[in-house]
């Protein structure tokens, strides 16, 4: 059993909730489209990118809490 090597359950769980976070995503991607020819680097997509993983999260928790228990 030592030798075993320990898988983490939430990779696998956030793999399987990114299909249900495709309009967090596709903000996201159209923020970075937008931003690109930005040079001062004052624009940023933080708000889209924390919004997505926001998403990706409420689809894990109870899935993973659910493993802990």
Do not use: N
Not at 2 to 11: I, L, N, T
Not at 24 to 29: D, E, S, T, V
């Amino acid at each position: 059993m030592a030798d075993e090597e320990v898988v983490d359950p939430k990779q696998y769980l956030e793999e399987s909730c990114k299909p249900k976070c495709v309009r967090p995503l596709r903000a996201y991607q159209a923020c970075v489209e937008r931003i690109k020819k930005d040079e001062t680097g004052q624009k940023h997509c933080t708000g889209q990118y924390f919004d997505y993983w926001s998403c990706i999260d409420q689809c894990v928790a109870p899935k993973l809490f659910e493993k802990l228990k």
